[in-house]
């Protein structure tokens, strides 16, 4: 899957830094930054593991556990390999389906039971036909026990069930809800009104929602579905359509060509009307965009991505593309941000559909990183699935990984890697910093667990691990023991040692002490760099835990990582590996005023703390231009994380960015931003305004004039890119800047009358003139004529996310409340999918954050209510938004305190990394309030503006 990316511009970057653990984005919901759309981190932590808190008993809680898995894991006496379903369904009349499943079983063991998922299906007749000859009967259950619990159904049969084939059938009947989860029903608006579709989304154990099953990833099986539906709906599945039927009361049987063996969170439908676009691979594979009616058209840069990427695909992995066809299917309501089913894959509209000519940069590089990702899946998650969702991050980091080399391959005029390491690699880092992280490979005992695992640490921490590899095998052997992979495996499932295997195989090097370092324990190192005094040439090298705030425990020096230490700029030894606490290292060359870098290229998740001997010729080539963009965002992210940790003094921090005056690459501007944005989130609380206006006037105002706001034909995208990014800073710096603030509302009247014209407000430039817009407004005119525009059906969804994110920059209290209660939904509320972002606008301010955290408390009960049976991350992303945005000692107690009392079952563990987010930067908001008194930052900030 991938996260919703809810966050589309630059402006939603400081967001996320705000609500800690650096919040951005699943494929679900998935990751923004200055612009791209991402995903916070943390909204997603998961508290899935039992480590830590040692408050569950496997024994205790497995329930009807058997067999010597460590993992709860339906019997294996009984093997089903093909599943027939017939589903009888109306969406536009009823949400009510039925059900006839023929579920082929290989009884390999004496039994006399059987087993298997069903979550809220009523089961009407149950049979069991054993079919080998001779001993042909049909058999009733004696008893049929259902565990709402565990969503598992229990039958007991009066006789023993000897080894061979058996067909189990059952009728049975269901309801469609609205919670974006199993089988679901769908509003849009047509241009006949209002219609309802019918779609699924069962990752990772929502398929028993929709048919009895063995409902776990390593129970592939072949699927051969069938549909009743009215004859003017149609309906897609993983599979083209065998054979169509007409029947009487105008209604159409579709039988559908049967899957391949697969896993059955893999298994989807779509039933209602669609406009369709298509295209053909080279090699002809059908590839189609399937839309509401009258939107396909805004399929076509999605559909142009994907013929590029499925052919990519084949040739990377030397491995066909299995399937017939590949359907991609933008649905109206959608939990993650897509959904990798397998020939059918499901988006969040906004993430597969657009204007490609006036979409705004970091929506199309979403777009396209959306459809890579998925489409890798096709191959690795598809193909070869991992055993147990202990091993998610073998999906989701891959994914994470190969989505932007499929991008840099088909887009090499954006730079992908730079984003990667601003948004990717550094959401990674900020939460496996807290002690309340996780290992990548992380322990699920219940498969209802694994919700919780679709975040940061199993899509970034897992994609940078892959990225690491990738750097010290090079990329031939990578890409060669991939392959390896792919062919073994096809159609079964695997861990990660196996991954490591193929490696291992192609290239002689151990890899698996290494890789279980980064994988299977929690957190990532800083490699500490010293000059050994006294004897000259040599480098003292030293590895510690990195933490977040500084912390240190006695045990934390225990743990160890095989670090590859990638020396630069002079490449050679790139794959010596550092696997001890300590070592002594003599740099190649002497030459005076050469510099060094560690991690060169920020090829893997780690930190480098410097010396201020090798700290300063870094700065002075730093300065002269000669390190590159990848290590200029390094420097610069690490040297932020050190100074929250109060290991580099602020000065020092302040020194660095103005290094970055002038600054022409537009992902090293991503960076920036998130550094200056989260100076100003702590400033701001602090009641300082002079780093405001020193950073305001002496840099980013220079930066606008530069770039300009006018966009040019001839501009590249990631200049467009970098205009964004800056402006987003200025809005959140100098939002009350006279020239800039009458430009703004000019440009935003002349768009009320012709919300079309992009030339008089490009997409890329939306979010943040509406939130100068509204931080000026005289009058609460503005905001009703945003709210208006929102509820248009017709403005295009990545518009109406920028105004809802916009929204909460309205500076009067009762129209942030008004702001706030649009998540509860309701005819003037958001879709239950965009319940994050009012909250997004509202929190990012002192004064809004603390309302938040108010309007949480007291509408808890309805936040509650409206998310439950939906993904569990939707609640955590708004609790981390409305509960972490206050960086106060005090506040995280109350956080702590509250949710103590009023627990929510699932997210223990984000709660817990939120509040730790929260101490974090309370600590930091200190150490800043004592800096500004300070006469060097003074006199540094005064400088600032020279
Ligand atoms: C866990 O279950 C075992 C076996 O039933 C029992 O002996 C033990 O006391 C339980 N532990 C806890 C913490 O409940
Ligand atoms: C059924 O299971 C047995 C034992 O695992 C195996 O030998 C046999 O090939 C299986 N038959 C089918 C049709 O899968
Ligand atoms: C994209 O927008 C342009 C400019 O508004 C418009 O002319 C064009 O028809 C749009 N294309 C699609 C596919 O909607
Ligand atoms: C197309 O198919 C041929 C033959 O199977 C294969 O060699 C070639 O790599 C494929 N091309 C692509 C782009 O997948
Ligand atoms: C390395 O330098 C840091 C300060 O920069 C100091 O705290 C640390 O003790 C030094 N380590 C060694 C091994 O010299
Ligand atoms: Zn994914």
Redesign the pocket.
Known sequence: MQFPAWRVNSSRRRFQRRARPGLRGVCLLLCVAALWPRKPASFFAPSCANEGNGSSNATEETGPVQGPKSHEALPDEVEPFRYALELTLDPERSSAFSGKVSISLNVTRETSSIIFNARDLTLGSIKLLTTDPGRAATLHPLEVLKDAKFQRVTLHFKDVLQPGLAVLRIHYTGEMGKDMAGLYSSRYKGPDGWKTMALTQFEAVDARRMLPCWDEPSRKAVFALGVVIPSALTAVSNMPAASETTLERQRRRIVFLDTPRMSSYLLALAVGRFDTIQAQTVNGTLIRVLTMPGQA??G?FALSVAARALSYYEDYFGVPFPLPKLDMLAAPDFAAGAMENWGLVIYREVDLLC????VGVARKVRIATVVTHELSHMWFGNLVTMEWWDQLWLNEGFANWMQTQAVDVLFPEWHIWEQYVVEEQSRALQLDALRSSHPVEVPIRHAKEVDEVFDAISYCKGGSVVRMVNGVLGKELFREGLGLYMRRFAYRNTDSSDLWSCWEEVSGMPLQDMMSSWTQQQGFPVLIVNRSAPKGGGLALQQRWFLADGSEEPEDAKKLWHIPLLPGPDSQRKQMVMDTPEMLWEPPGKAEGAWLKFNFGQVAPYRVLYDSSLLRPLATALRAGHVNPLDRIGLLLDAMAFAKQGRLPMTELLRLVSAYKGEKSAHVWQALSDVLSSLHRMAAFVGDTTLHEAVGNGMLRDALQEVGLAISASETDLTRHKRACILSLMAMYLPHDKGLAEEATSRFQRWLDAP???DVLPDDLKTSMFKIVLANAETDAPYHALRRVARRPDIPQAVRLSIYTALGSATRRDLRLKTLDMALGGRNGVRLQDIMYPVQGVSSDPDGARLAWRWFIQRRRSIIARLKGASVRLLGLVIQLAAGSVPDKGHANAVEAFFQQHPVQGLERSIAQVVESIRTDAKFVVRLEDAMQDEEMKDLLLSFEL
């Open positions: 058209a805004q076509q204007n490609e000519t006036t079309d014209r992009q």
